[in-house]
């Protein structure tokens, strides 16, 4: 059974810092592309970032390059998201997403995602 757990749910001062993790289970980890996506209330999910665990390669939104590093760690099946200098813009709940790579899924299109974890909550206060 595949399962993702996200975790490092958090309230932050607007400028702070957190990092969220993603641990994955029930598929092979190196051959899958992990995506972290967030929904603010009355928003659609939109694409973070993404890392193809098979060559390391990275990819972010815009609205979050310059702020925030995903990394992935193959030996404990764990892909993490650091926040660095986080706007209130950036509340929403958090989660990581696993699919098989796909032009799609490294352009973090929520719909190329097969597996999703049940999100955590991120608040950031002005």
């Known amino acids: 059974e595949v399962q993702l757990v996200e975790s490092g749910r958090g309230l932050v001062q607007a400028g702070g810092s957190l990092r969220l993790s993603c641990a994955a289970s029930g598929f092979t980890f190196d051959d899958y592309v992990i995506g972290w996506f967030r929904q603010a209330p009355g928003k659609e999910r939109e694409g973070v970032s993404c890392i193809g665990n098979y060559d390391g390669a990275t990819y972010y939104a815009d609205s979050v390059k310059g702020r925030f590093t995903i990394s992935s760690d193959n030996a404990k099946n764990t892909v993490y998201l650091q926040m660095n200098n986080l706007k209130p813009e950036d509340t929403a709940v958090y989660y990581c997403?696993?699919?098989?790579?796909?032009?799609?899924?490294?352009?973090?299109?929520?719909?190329?995602?097969?597996?999703w974890g049940q999100g955590t909550q991120v608040t950031v206060s002005s």
């Open positions: 997403a696993a699919v098989y790579p796909s032009f799609q899924a490294l352009r973090l299109v929520p719909s190329a995602y097969n597996y």
